[in-house]
């Protein structure tokens, strides 16, 4: 079992960049599949991207591919999101889950994570 915090969320111009943290304060993630989600206010929490526990796969959306890349170091215990050229319609409270998966599996539903941080707020300012 595994418990995750997000971190590196704030307040950044349009055109920005900001990278987002996952650490495990409990557990190892080495063998996890990792996802990202957000939410915005008043919408369903949708998935942004995912990185298989091979640290290779990898899958985005449409939404953030090219500009959104998620990587991992499982001796650092940690995933991250490197979000670039940051538009407003990216501002929402981003999420990172984990579940056991295959080395090259990736998920992209909601329901196929068991463990999920607190969130970290992403704000972009036109």
């Known amino acids: 079992q595994v418990q995750l915090v997000e971190s590196g969320g704030g307040l950044v111009q349009a055109g920005g960049s900001l990278r987002l943290s996952c650490a495990a304060s409990?557990?190892?993630?080495?063998?996890?599949?990792l996802g990202w989600f957000r939410q915005a206010p008043g919408k369903e929490r949708e998935f942004v991207g995912a990185?298989?526990?091979?640290?290779?796969?990898?899958y985005y959306a449409d939404s953030v591919k090219g500009r959104f890349t998620t990587s991992r170091d499982n001796v650092k215990n940690t995933a991250y999101l490197q979000m670039n050229s940051l538009k407003p319609e990216d501002t929402a409270v981003y999420y990172c889950?984990?579940?056991?998966?295959?080395?090259?599996?990736?998920?992209?539903?909601?329901?196929?994570?068991?463990?999920w941080g607190q969130g970290t707020q992403v704000t972009v300012s036109s």
């Open positions: 409990r557990g190892s993630l080495s063998t996890y599949a």
């Open positions: 889950a984990a579940t056991v998966g295959r080395a090259a599996w990736v998920g992209v539903n909601r329901d196929e994570y068991n463990y």
């Open positions: 990185i298989a526990w091979n640290g290779i796969n990898t």
